[in-house]
């Protein structure tokens, strides 16, 4: 019986995996097809590339998300940082349970419920949707992630590192950008990229708190798809498939980069 579990194994996670991304890497192929018809190969070809980045719609959508991914997933490793400080460095304070359970929940929640209650909120203080909307709950959702990468990071931090700064005259404040912040630098970048490619990523939660002016490049696929599938959403997709391909696997080497606490 082990046996046979052990030779089942390795084909139901190929099984797992080829469904997975099977249909991912169909996509990529088509995005190279010449013709203009999606379900008729007509030879290998760049045109649909070409056509992509002609196309001012997609290019302008592109720039709005790359400009939203950049601030969100600035503000979410800041704020991802200071989380985690708070949370490894002062112990019991009143009020930690809530605050645990407040930083990690978009974990948890729906995408779905998140968009809802900022679009409730933005409206209820009469905010105008747009681009610092999406930029917030890009912030408000990545932040999460930020804050357990770092966290990770920080329980193994030698403290006495800091102690040893501190008492040579630093204040807490330097001693955290000279000591604290080099030797977790690779951490703080993953969780960039991290955020980063994330919020690329989002659609559900930029479809509910965007705006005029605010149409990210998943938002403007969709509402094209809608209306069919063409080879140039074909290439659309394979380039965002890429940017969070590339987001992903740095954030994942940075992310087993390991600094001797000596260093």
């Not at 063409?230 to 380039?239: F, G, H, K």
């Given at each position: 019986m082990k046996g046979l579990?052990?030779?089942?194994?390795?084909?139901?996670?190929?099984?797992?995996?080829?469904?997975?991304?099977?249909?991912?890497?169909?996509?990529v192929l088509w995005s190279f097809n010449d013709s203009r018809l999606v379900t008729v190969w007509g030879g290998f070809s760049l045109r649909w590339y070409a056509a992509l980045f002609s196309n001012a719609a997609l290019m302008e959508a592109a720039w709005v998300s790359i400009r939203?991914?950049?601030?969100?997933?600035?503000?979410?490793?800041?704020?991802?940082?200071?989380?985690?400080?708070?949370?490894t460095r002062h112990g019991r304070f009143a009020g930690r349970t809530a605050f645990t359970?407040?930083?990690?929940?978009?974990?948890?929640?729906?995408?779905?419920?998140?968009?809802?209650?900022?679009?409730l909120?933005?409206?209820?203080?009469?905010?105008?949707?747009?681009?610092?909307?999406?930029?917030?709950?890009?912030?408000?959702?990545?932040?999460c992630f930020a804050t357990v990468i770092i966290r990770a990071r920080l329980a193994d931090f030698d403290v006495s590192l800091e102690e040893a700064a501190m008492d040579l005259g630093a204040t807490p404040v330097r001693?955290?950008?000279?000591?604290?912040?080099?030797?977790i630098a690779p951490s703080m970048a993953a969780a960039f990229l991290l955020a980063f490619t994330m919020s690329m990523d989002d659609l559900v939660i930029a479809s509910f708190v965007s705006g005029p002016g605010a149409t990210t490049l998943p938002m403007r696929i969709y509402s094209q798809?809608?209306?069919?599938?063409?080879?140039?959403?074909?290439?659309?997709?394979?380039?965002?498939?890429?940017?969070?391909?590339?987001?992903?696997?740095?954030?994942f080497l940075l992310m087993r980069r390991r600094k001797p606490a000596s260093a």
């Open positions: 579990r052990r030779a089942a194994s390795p084909l139901i996670l190929g099984l797992g995996l080829f469904f997975l991304y099977a249909p991912i890497v169909l996509l939203i991914a950049l601030v969100s997933a600035a503000l979410a490793t800041i704020l991802g940082t200071m989380a985690a400080l708070t949370l359970g407040m930083a990690y929940a978009p974990l948890v929640m729906p995408e779905v419920m998140i968009g809802l209650a900022l679009l909120l933005f409206v209820g203080l009469g905010v105008d949707r747009g681009f610092w909307t999406v930029v917030i709950a890009h912030t408000t959702v990545t932040m001693a955290f950008f000279l000591v604290t912040a080099p030797l798809v809608r209306l069919g599938v063409t080879p140039e959403i074909n290439a659309a997709s394979s380039v965002l498939i890429a940017l969070v391909v590339v987001g992903l696997g740095c954030a």
